[in-house]
């Protein structure tokens, strides 16, 4: 079967930085993407991995290893804004997006 | 700046009616996809669009489901007779390319379906 694992809910402190893990087990790999969701509203796009290595953007970063079926997301300087689901998703071999569950982020002041 | 937009943003509706979601994708776009999310629950792929043909359709997408493109601008989710267990936040996504050359898809705010 196809599995995403992450963390169900993470507390952190405002300007702090937090890294959400995420693992993998899927039919075929063709990118891992990183997608914020506040609470009622859409998944908004913040990050794609298909190789292995660290991609930057801004205060946001995202790292892949393949062979361990592994990703973070790397948030610095946290805003209270960053407070929102984080989604994991894996393009699988039929080039469907499996999704994670999600990791609800808390920011704290 | 361009974006998706979905209507109705609220439907409620009876077990066994028929249900159709709209959605416009962002204009220069070429790949649709609908996706579902029981409340509290992950987000699950339902289908994707391409040259006003399905290029991909999960499980969940069974004989009860269609897609359509009826013009230029629309892109439609049918559900035939819906059964209380489709309530949901569906959602449509578009993307200039196929996800493989690793473009985003941007999403619309959703239409929450309540079927009672």
């Known amino acids: 079967g196809q599995n995403i694992d992450q963390p169900t809910e993470m507390t952190a402190t405002e300007g702090a930085i937090v890294q959400i893990n995420c693992t993998y087990q899927t039919s075929g790999f063709n990118g891992l993407f990183w997608y914020q969701q506040h609470a009622g509203e859409a998944p908004t796009f913040l990050s794609y991995n298909v190789l292995d290595g660290l991609e930057e953007k801004g205060r946001f970063s995202s790292f892949l290893s393949r062979s361990k079926g592994y990703s973070y997301l790397l948030l610095k300087e946290l805003q209270m804004k960053d407070s929102a689901s984080y989604l994991c998703a894996v393009l699988d071999s039929n080039y469907q997006l499996i999704w994670g569950a999600g990791t609800k982020l808390i920011i704290k002041p | 700046e361009p974006e998706v937009t979905q209507t109705p943003s609220h439907q409620v509706t009876q077990m066994g009616q028929e249900v159709i979601l709209r959605c416009v994708p962002i204009?220069?776009?070429?790949?649709f996809y609908w996706y579902r999310q029981i409340l509290g629950q992950k987000v699950e792929f339902l289908v994707s669009f391409y040259n006003n043909e399905i290029s991909e359709k999960s499980e969940i997408f069974d004989d009860q489901f269609s897609v359509e493109r009826p013009d230029g601008s629309n892109f439609t989710l049918k559900i035939r007779s819906t059964k209380l267990e489709d309530s949901a936040m569906y959602f449509c996504?578009?993307?200039?390319?196929?996800?493989?050359?690793?473009?985003?898809?941007?999403f619309g705010p959703g239409t929450r379906l309540t079927v009672t």
């Open positions: 204009s220069n776009h070429l790949y």
């Open positions: 996504a578009s993307s200039e390319r196929v996800l493989e050359i690793a473009y985003e898809q941007y």
